[in-house]
Each structure stands twice: as C-alpha cells, then as structure tokens.
C-alpha cells in the first residue's frame, strides 16, 4: 500500500518537529540542564507513528543543520549536530525508526517497552558519539561520559516518557491518526 503525502500528513510531520523545536527550547537549570526535548521525541513517535515521526524528526535535524537555532540553547549549525552531543540528536531518530518494529502496539506496555528500548539505543548511539568526538580533544572513559551524559537523565526521561504515554495516545485518537 503507498502512503501519499497528504497536506494534512505534511502539516502533522511539520508539527512534530515544531513541536521538537519547541521542546528543546523549555529547559529545566541544574547542574545539567535539562530540556523537554524527548518527551516531544516521544510524543511525536506515540501519535505520528514510527514513519512520520522519523520524518519529523530528519525535519527537525535538518532545520538545525542548516543553522536555525532549533536546538537546546536556541542553537543551531553543523557544529552542534556533529560535536559531542550530536549523537543524541541523532538518536531522535533512532527512537523513532525502533518504534516501527512490527509489533501490536495496541497495549501500553508495549509502547512503553518499545520507547525504553530506543531510549536505551539513543543513549547508547550517543555516549559513543560522544566519546569518540570528546576524545579527539582530550580522553574520555565510559563511566565518565555516562556519569555526565546519561545517568543525570535517565529518571527525567522516563518521567518523560510517562508523561508523553498519558498524552499520546488521546491527541492521536483525537486526531484519527492512523499507525504507520
């Protein structure tokens, strides 16, 4: 079955990386701060579906690429999203492309394991990302970079990630959004 890129498909995709954008702005101060970005990954992915939340999400990377500052920070440029936290930016789209493993996401359980699961692989993508672009200026172990990189986040996220399962599934229903 081809899926045809309707104007109201095309305006979705566009919120989903609007919305991204948005996201990354709001940021939380602490020692790391922390930003809302995932949480639009995840509801992105719940209620656009794995096709055209990857979609949103290449939107989104491109945007920045190109320099708008779309990223956290209100920054933008090649710089951002091939330096040391590129890898996590990157990893958007991996949590959106693992979503699309053909399975019944009907129960909630399921879609919570399935955005875990690329959560867990966007941390791992983005760790070695970062390891490999922060050691060619000085040397970075593993339990460094995740002590920096990811332990801090993983219980935010999640909060995330709970927050975007209560939200995802009404704003899709009430969208007839279909899966793709």
């Keep these: 079955m081809k899926k045809t890129f309707s104007a109201q498909r095309l305006a979705y995709i566009a919120l989903g990386a609007a919305l991204t954008a948005a996201c990354a702005w709001i940021s939380v101060p602490a020692p790391v701060p922390f930003t809302l970005q995932t949480f639009a990954v995840f509801a992105s992915v719940l209620i656009l579906g794995g096709r055209d939340s990857a979609i949103a999400i290449l939107v989104y990377l ?3 690429a190109v320099g708008l500052p779309v990223f956290a920070g209100f920054k ?3 710089g951002v999203l091939f330096g040391p936290t590129g890898g996590y930016l990157w990893g958007f789209l991996l949590i959106a492309l693992l979503y699309r493993i053909p399975v019944r996401k009907e129960s909630l359980p399921v879609r919570a394991l399935l955005l875990a699961a690329g959560l867990a692989v966007c941390y791992a993508f983005g760790t ?3 390891i ?3 050691s060619r200026t000085s040397p970075m172990g ?3 970079a995740l002590s920096l990189c990811v332990v ?3 219980l935010p996220d999640l909060a995330k990630l709970a927050l975007a399962l209560l939200v995802g599934r009404r704003v899709r229903r009430a969208l007839h959004i279909q899966e793709n």
């Design 62 to 64: 491109f945007l920045g």
């Design 76 to 78: 933008g440029g090649p």
């Design 128 to 130: 070695a990302w970062f």
């Design 152 to 154: 801090p986040f993983i």
């Design 132 to 134: 490999t672009v922060y």
């Design 142 to 144: 593993l339990s460094k």
